[in-house]
T-cell receptor, first 111, second 111 residues
Framework: DTEVTQTPKHLVMGMTNKKSLKCEQH?????MYWYKQKAKKPPELMFV???????INESVPSRFSPECPNSSLLNLHLHALQPEDSALYLC??????????FGSGTQLSVL | GESVGLHLPTLSVQEGDNSIINCAYS??????FIWYKQESGKGPQFIID?????DKRQGQRVTVLLNKTVKHLSLQIAATQPGDSAVYFC??????????FGPGTRLSVLP
């Protein structure tokens, strides 16, 4: 299994809603990542978990809250988002310092 | 830190011709490089990688060239096909930290 699975594929939420994005991999990778990608731009790193511990937080606002329940799962909890947070949210996994495997992403729209 | 850039944001080629996509990086300590392909509505897909102890690596219809002297990376696609139409990103890794992505080149294959 060489897939990273993300759910949901699309999400529309209001600024007062709370929602979660989910990511799963079964490749035995010990590093998992959240990226944000705006249209026609490259992916921007948000968070890195290494061996289930948060190792990098790229100064992301607290309305985004990551969670890594175990080595296969990664969540991103969303609360009180702004319209400018609308983007494609990508999950990736890798062995540490090796190539990233990306999921198909969640297209998020904040109204 | 590292910054990664591209010489050309868009590239149009005739079907059957060869394509060359270029990338420049700034950090001489970068030692691992990857090319990703991203189709509309999908996550980035790994194409080929190269480490700094090599200057050329070949895959199926793709070749990556690395020139460490001028800090330049290129992706060559042989006999370009309509299915190659996508955005191509290069990414560079320094000191085993997170990958930095270039801005991307949109490749259009003309019939």
């Amino acid at each position: 299994d060489t897939e990273v699975t993300q759910t949901p594929k699309h999400l529309v939420m209001g600024m007062t809603n709370k929602k979660s994005l989910k990511c799963e991999q079964h490749m035995g990778h010990r590093a998992m990542y959240w990226y944000k990608q705006k249209a026609k731009k490259p992916p921007e790193l948000m968070f890195v978990y290494s061996y289930e511990k948060l190792s990098i937080n790229e100064s992301v606002p607290s309305r985004f809250s990551p969670e890594c329940p175990n080595s296969s799962l990664l969540n991103l909890h969303l609360h009180a988002l702004q319209p400018e947070d609308s983007a494609l949210y990508l999950c990736a996994s890798s062995q540490v310092a090796e190539k990233l495997f990306f999921g198909s992403g969640t297209q998020l729209s904040v109204l | 830190g590292e910054s990664v850039g591209l010489h050309l944001p868009t590239l149009s080629v005739q079907e059957g011709d060869n394509s060359i996509i270029n990338c420049a990086y700034s950090n001489s300590a970068s030692d691992y490089f990857i090319w990703y392909k991203q189709e509309s509505g999908k996550g980035p897909q790994f194409i080929i990688d190269i480490r700094s102890n090599m200057d050329k690596r070949q895959g199926q219809r793709v070749t990556v060239l690395l020139n460490k002297t001028v800090k330049h990376l290129s992706l060559q696609i042989a006999a370009t096909q309509p299915g190659d139409s996508a955005v191509y990103f290069c990414a560079a890794l320094s000191y085993g930290q997170n990958f930095v992505f270039g801005p991307g080149t949109r490749l259009s294959v003309l019939p």
